[in-house]
T-cell receptor, first 113, second 112 residues
């Protein structure tokens, strides 16, 4: 079963620092996503990416955030100048609308101190 | 606009009892619906999905869900709960733009 791979699994960073969360989507998937889950809350959509550009973003995804697909396999989420409230689990997902496949990675737990 | 409502933030059942987790959706187009399970400190694992084929969908670990358009529901069931089923369960609907809208989740406890 193909997997979405996320690294690192845990990251602790100081407030104000920049972090980059990495994801390797499933190779034949076309759409890529980032979601966020603050501890004890529901999963929230951040951004979707298709054909090398952002296709949709939520109100959470402000100028502090950016995404990139720097090569043919990686998909990254950059958070500039992290804040305490950015502490959350961040999930990457990829999908193939033709097959209906929609797969999440195991997440990166970000702790901002 | 699509949305999902999960009734009951916490459900407790005895081992061997029926599990029923409720999900109602709102969608202006034929929906794609999903159930995910999340074990403590872990990621989201797909249990099953409805993509407009058979209305009764069978998933992993003995779970199934029935799509009922007239009731706008997609409830998750399992005939006999096992201790290992204790987890949080999320229902989600896929928007036409592709991203998922999640419910608030239902935490399932299984008593011995």
């Amino acid at each position: 079963e193909p997997e979405v791979t996320q690294t690192p699994s845990h990251q602790v960073t100081q407030m104000g620092q920049e972090v980059i969360l990495r994801c390797v989507p499933i190779s034949n998937h076309l759409y890529f996503y980032w979601y966020r889950q603050i501890l004890g809350q529901k999963v929230e959509f951040l951004v979707s990416f298709y054909n090398n550009e952002i296709s949709e973003k939520s109100e959470i995804f402000d100028d502090q955030f950016s995404v990139e697909r720097p090569d043919g396999s990686n998909f990254t989420l950059k958070i500039r100048s992290t804040k305490l409230e950015d502490s959350a689990m961040y999930f990457c997902a990829s999908s193939n609308p033709i097959t209906g496949g929609y797969t999440f990675g195991s997440g990166t737990r970000l702790t901002v101190v | 606009a699509q949305s999902v409502t999960q009734l009951g933030s916490h459900v407790s059942v005895s081992e061997g009892a029926l599990v029923l987790l409720r999900c109602n959706y709102s969608s202006s187009v034929p929906p794609y619906l999903f159930w995910y399970v999340q074990y403590p400190n872990q990621g989201l694992q797909l249990l099953l999905k409805y993509t407009s084929a058979a209305t009764l969908v069978k998933g992993i670990n003995g779970f199934e869900a029935e799509f009922k358009k007239s009731e706008t529901s997609f409830h998750l069931t399992k005939p006999s709960a096992h201790m290992s089923d204790a987890a949080e369960y999320f229902c989600a609907v896929r928007r036409s733009q592709g991203n998922l809208i999640f419910g608030k989740g239902t935490k399932l406890s299984v008593k011995p």
